[in-house]
Protein backbone atom coordinates (compact mmCIF):
# COMPACT_ATOMS: atom_id res chain seq x y z
CA UNK A 1 0.00 0.00 0.00
CA UNK A 2 0.79 3.72 -0.18
CA UNK A 3 1.48 5.16 3.10
CA UNK A 4 1.64 8.52 4.13
CA UNK A 5 3.52 10.04 7.17
CA UNK A 6 3.19 13.32 8.78
CA UNK A 7 6.47 14.59 9.93
CA UNK A 8 7.85 16.98 12.42
CA UNK A 9 7.18 20.39 11.28
CA UNK A 10 10.21 21.59 13.49
CA UNK A 11 10.70 19.95 16.51
CA UNK A 12 11.71 16.55 16.34
CA UNK A 13 10.15 15.59 19.61
CA UNK A 14 7.00 15.41 17.58
CA UNK A 15 7.84 12.18 15.55
CA UNK A 16 5.59 9.76 16.36
CA UNK A 17 6.14 6.16 17.66
CA UNK A 18 4.20 5.11 14.27
CA UNK A 19 6.74 7.13 11.94
CA UNK A 20 9.69 5.86 14.02
CA UNK A 21 8.16 2.29 13.49
CA UNK A 22 7.70 2.84 10.08
CA UNK A 23 10.66 4.30 8.90
CA UNK A 24 12.67 1.49 10.73
CA UNK A 25 10.84 -0.75 8.53
CA UNK A 26 10.38 0.80 5.30
CA UNK A 27 12.11 -0.55 2.41
CA UNK A 28 10.90 2.37 -0.01
CA UNK A 29 10.47 5.86 0.69
CA UNK A 30 9.11 8.18 -1.37
CA UNK A 31 10.00 11.92 -0.30
CA UNK A 32 10.20 15.72 -1.33
CA UNK A 33 13.43 15.76 -0.83
CA UNK A 34 15.54 12.54 -0.37
CA UNK A 35 18.39 14.76 1.61
CA UNK A 36 16.17 15.91 4.11
CA UNK A 37 14.38 12.60 4.28
CA UNK A 38 18.47 11.20 5.20
CA UNK A 39 19.02 13.60 7.53
CA UNK A 40 15.63 12.99 9.56
CA UNK A 41 16.97 8.98 9.52
CA UNK A 42 20.30 10.01 11.39
CA UNK A 43 18.52 12.05 13.44
CA UNK A 44 16.22 9.98 15.06
CA UNK A 45 18.84 7.31 15.00
CA UNK A 46 16.95 5.03 12.05
CA UNK A 47 20.06 2.38 11.16
CA UNK A 48 17.42 1.25 8.30
CA UNK A 49 18.92 2.42 4.89
CA UNK A 50 15.76 2.12 2.57
CA UNK A 51 15.35 3.30 -1.10
CA UNK A 52 14.70 7.09 -1.65
CA UNK A 53 12.81 8.07 -4.51
CA UNK A 54 12.72 11.88 -4.83
CA UNK A 55 8.76 12.93 -5.53
CA UNK A 56 8.04 16.78 -5.73
CA UNK A 57 6.15 19.04 -7.95
CA UNK A 58 7.54 18.79 -11.26
CA UNK A 59 8.30 14.99 -11.38
CA UNK A 60 4.86 13.80 -9.23
CA UNK A 61 2.80 13.39 -12.42
CA UNK A 62 4.98 11.37 -14.07
CA UNK A 63 6.67 9.43 -11.23
CA UNK A 64 2.92 8.74 -9.35
CA UNK A 65 2.27 5.73 -11.99
CA UNK A 66 5.50 4.18 -10.67
CA UNK A 67 5.40 4.52 -7.17
CA UNK A 68 1.49 2.82 -7.34
CA UNK A 69 2.99 -0.09 -9.24
CA UNK A 70 5.65 -0.52 -6.35
CA UNK A 71 3.20 -0.25 -4.01
CA UNK A 72 1.37 -3.34 -5.09
CA UNK A 73 3.56 -5.48 -3.80
CA UNK A 74 5.59 -3.77 -0.90
CA UNK A 75 4.99 -1.22 0.87
CA UNK A 76 5.90 2.55 -0.26
CA UNK A 77 6.41 5.33 2.52
CA UNK A 78 5.34 8.85 1.48
CA UNK A 79 6.86 12.08 2.82
CA UNK A 80 6.87 15.69 2.60
CA UNK A 81 9.40 17.72 4.43
CA UNK A 82 8.22 18.53 7.26
CA UNK A 83 4.06 17.90 8.10
CA UNK A 84 1.26 16.04 6.20
CA UNK A 85 2.30 14.86 2.57
CA UNK A 86 -0.62 16.37 0.11
CA UNK A 87 -1.34 19.46 1.89
CA UNK A 88 0.21 21.92 0.05
CA UNK A 89 3.23 19.55 -0.88
CA UNK A 90 3.15 16.23 -3.05
CA UNK A 91 1.35 13.50 -2.83
CA UNK A 92 -2.24 14.04 -3.98
CA UNK A 93 -1.35 13.16 -7.75
CA UNK A 94 0.13 9.24 -6.06
CA UNK A 95 -3.09 9.32 -3.93
CA UNK A 96 -5.76 9.71 -6.50
CA UNK A 97 -3.76 7.47 -8.88
CA UNK A 98 -3.89 4.70 -6.23
CA UNK A 99 -6.93 5.44 -5.62
CA UNK A 100 -7.66 4.77 -9.27
CA UNK A 101 -6.23 1.38 -9.56
CA UNK A 102 -7.36 0.19 -6.45
CA UNK A 103 -3.79 -0.05 -4.65
CA UNK A 104 -4.70 0.60 -0.66
CA UNK A 105 -3.91 3.59 0.94
CA UNK A 106 -2.92 4.47 4.43
CA UNK A 107 -2.03 7.18 6.64
CA UNK A 108 0.55 8.12 9.41
CA UNK A 109 -1.65 10.91 11.32
CA UNK A 110 0.87 13.26 12.84
CA UNK A 111 2.18 17.25 12.82
CA UNK A 112 0.70 19.76 10.71
CA UNK A 113 1.38 23.12 10.28
CA UNK A 114 -2.39 24.09 9.52
CA UNK A 115 -3.89 23.00 12.49
CA UNK A 116 -1.46 24.17 14.71
CA UNK A 117 -1.87 27.63 13.76
CA UNK A 118 -5.64 27.68 13.81
CA UNK A 119 -5.57 26.26 17.73
CA UNK A 120 -3.59 29.01 18.85
CA UNK A 121 -5.25 31.40 17.17
CA UNK A 122 -7.86 31.91 19.46
CA UNK A 123 -10.09 32.03 15.95
CA UNK A 124 -13.10 30.31 15.96
CA UNK A 125 -11.95 26.57 14.92
CA UNK A 126 -15.49 24.70 14.43
CA UNK A 127 -15.73 25.96 10.43
CA UNK A 128 -12.68 27.29 8.69
CA UNK A 129 -10.96 26.71 5.19
CA UNK A 130 -7.44 26.25 3.93
CA UNK A 131 -6.49 28.68 1.34
CA UNK A 132 -2.80 27.29 0.82
CA UNK A 133 -0.30 29.86 -0.32
CA UNK A 134 -1.22 32.93 -1.91
CA UNK A 135 -0.62 33.77 -5.67
CA UNK A 136 2.73 35.77 -5.76
CA UNK A 137 1.88 38.25 -8.27
CA UNK A 138 0.04 41.34 -6.90
CA UNK A 139 -2.76 41.51 -9.09
CA UNK A 140 -3.69 37.45 -8.70
CA UNK A 141 -2.91 37.80 -5.05
CA UNK A 142 -5.81 40.85 -4.83
CA UNK A 143 -8.00 39.23 -6.87
CA UNK A 144 -8.29 35.83 -4.96
CA UNK A 145 -8.06 37.83 -1.44
CA UNK A 146 -11.24 39.68 -3.28
CA UNK A 147 -13.03 36.11 -3.94
CA UNK A 148 -12.78 35.69 -0.40
CA UNK A 149 -14.11 38.91 0.85
CA UNK A 150 -17.51 37.36 2.10
CA UNK A 151 -16.33 33.95 3.25
CA UNK A 152 -17.37 33.34 6.93
CA UNK A 153 -15.18 30.61 8.05
CA UNK A 154 -11.79 31.28 9.86
CA UNK A 155 -8.80 31.32 6.68
CA UNK A 156 -5.59 29.55 7.31
CA UNK A 157 -2.44 30.74 4.41
CA UNK A 158 0.72 29.78 4.02
CA UNK A 159 2.89 32.73 2.61
CA UNK A 160 6.64 33.50 2.18
CA UNK A 161 8.42 35.74 5.11
CA UNK A 162 9.39 37.73 1.79
CA UNK A 163 6.24 38.26 0.53
CA UNK A 164 4.13 38.46 4.47
CA UNK A 165 3.81 42.10 4.74
CA UNK A 166 2.30 42.76 1.59
CA UNK A 167 -0.02 40.23 1.58
CA UNK A 168 -1.34 41.33 5.29
CA UNK A 169 -1.56 44.90 3.25
CA UNK A 170 -3.40 43.58 0.94
CA UNK A 171 -6.09 41.14 3.22
CA UNK A 172 -6.05 44.88 5.65
CA UNK A 173 -7.12 46.41 2.30
CA UNK A 174 -9.42 43.89 1.10
CA UNK A 175 -11.17 42.07 4.52
CA UNK A 176 -10.94 45.42 6.33
CA UNK A 177 -8.57 47.16 8.86
CA UNK A 178 -9.93 45.87 11.66
CA UNK A 179 -10.29 41.92 10.90
CA UNK A 180 -9.01 39.78 13.45
CA UNK A 181 -5.90 38.15 12.59
CA UNK A 182 -3.06 36.01 13.71
CA UNK A 183 0.77 35.36 12.50
CA UNK A 184 2.58 31.99 13.02
CA UNK A 185 5.59 32.13 13.04
CA UNK A 186 8.21 29.12 13.17
CA UNK A 187 5.51 26.88 15.02
CA UNK A 188 7.33 24.14 17.39
CA UNK A 189 10.83 25.62 16.88
CA UNK A 190 12.92 27.81 19.52
CA UNK A 191 11.86 30.82 18.16
CA UNK A 192 8.09 30.25 18.30
CA UNK A 193 6.08 33.40 18.05
CA UNK A 194 2.20 33.89 17.50
CA UNK A 195 1.29 37.43 16.75
CA UNK A 196 -2.83 38.89 17.47
CA UNK A 197 -4.40 41.83 15.83
CA UNK A 198 -6.32 43.47 13.36
CA UNK A 199 -4.47 43.24 9.84
CA UNK A 200 -3.62 46.84 9.99
CA UNK A 201 -1.32 46.32 12.85
CA UNK A 202 0.33 42.78 12.12
CA UNK A 203 0.48 44.78 8.09
CA UNK A 204 2.59 47.55 10.01
CA UNK A 205 4.45 44.69 12.53
CA UNK A 206 5.64 42.31 9.30
CA UNK A 207 6.62 45.56 7.48
CA UNK A 208 9.40 45.87 10.12
CA UNK A 209 11.18 42.72 8.58
CA UNK A 210 9.87 38.83 9.69
CA UNK A 211 11.89 35.82 9.05
CA UNK A 212 10.89 31.89 9.35
CA UNK A 213 8.12 29.68 8.11
CA UNK A 214 4.74 31.58 8.45
CA UNK A 215 1.34 30.66 8.61
CA UNK A 216 -1.76 33.64 8.60
CA UNK A 217 -4.78 32.99 10.21
CA UNK A 218 -7.56 35.36 9.05
CA UNK A 219 -11.30 35.40 11.07
CA UNK A 220 -13.87 35.34 8.63
CA UNK A 221 -16.42 37.96 7.50
CA UNK A 222 -19.59 38.62 10.49
CA UNK A 223 -22.63 40.09 10.41
CA UNK A 224 -23.95 41.75 6.97
CA UNK A 225 -21.01 40.58 5.23
CA UNK A 226 -20.61 43.82 2.81
CA UNK A 227 -22.44 46.98 1.65
CA UNK A 228 -24.14 47.32 -1.42
CA UNK A 229 -21.20 49.42 -3.01
CA UNK A 230 -19.04 46.50 -1.81
CA UNK A 231 -21.11 43.85 -2.83
CA UNK A 232 -20.90 45.60 -6.53
CA UNK A 233 -17.16 46.02 -6.31
CA UNK A 234 -17.23 41.64 -5.47
CA UNK A 235 -19.16 41.73 -8.60
CA UNK A 236 -16.26 43.18 -10.72
CA UNK A 237 -13.48 41.38 -8.93
CA UNK A 238 -15.68 38.07 -10.18
CA UNK A 239 -15.59 39.37 -13.97
CA UNK A 240 -12.04 40.18 -13.69
CA UNK A 241 -11.57 36.29 -13.12
CA UNK A 242 -13.44 35.37 -15.91
CA UNK A 243 -16.93 34.75 -14.79
CA UNK A 244 -20.23 35.49 -16.51
CA UNK A 245 -22.55 38.39 -15.03
CA UNK A 246 -25.13 36.74 -14.56
CA UNK A 247 -22.92 33.82 -12.36
CA UNK A 248 -21.30 36.85 -10.73
CA UNK A 249 -24.23 38.66 -9.57
CA UNK A 250 -25.51 35.01 -8.49
CA UNK A 251 -22.52 34.55 -6.20
CA UNK A 252 -22.48 37.78 -4.44
CA UNK A 253 -26.20 37.84 -3.79
CA UNK A 254 -25.50 34.95 -2.11
CA UNK A 255 -22.74 35.34 -0.03
CA UNK A 256 -24.15 39.20 0.50
CA UNK A 257 -27.91 38.96 0.96
CA UNK A 258 -28.30 42.23 -1.86
CA UNK A 259 -30.68 41.57 -4.43
CA UNK A 260 -29.14 39.88 -7.78
CA UNK A 261 -31.09 41.96 -10.02
CA UNK A 262 -29.93 44.93 -8.43
CA UNK A 263 -26.66 43.63 -8.64
CA UNK A 264 -26.78 43.12 -12.20
CA UNK A 265 -28.38 46.60 -12.97
CA UNK A 266 -25.75 48.78 -10.99
CA UNK A 267 -22.76 46.50 -12.59
CA UNK A 268 -24.15 47.05 -15.97
CA UNK A 269 -24.65 51.10 -15.76
Known amino acids: MIILAATP ?37 IQNRPRLIALHDHNEKARAAEL ?8 VLLLSDAGMPTISDPGFGVVATAG ?3 VAVSVLPGPSAVLAA ?15 FVPRKSGERRSALSALRAEPRTMVFFESPARCAQTL ?7 GVDRPAVVCRELTKLHEEVRRG ?24 AGPAM ?31 HSSRELYNASLS
Request: charged share 25%; glycine share 10%; net charge negative.
Open 169 to 175: SDMAGIF
Open 118 to 132: LAVSGLPTDRFTFEG
Open 68 to 75: VEIARDTD
Open 9 to 45: IGNLGDASRRLVEALEAAQVVASEDTRTTQRLLAALG
Open 227 to 257: SFDDAVAYVSDLLAQGKRLKDACAEVAAASG
Open 198 to 221: PLEDLAAWAAEGIRGEIVIVVGGA
Open 100 to 102: AAG
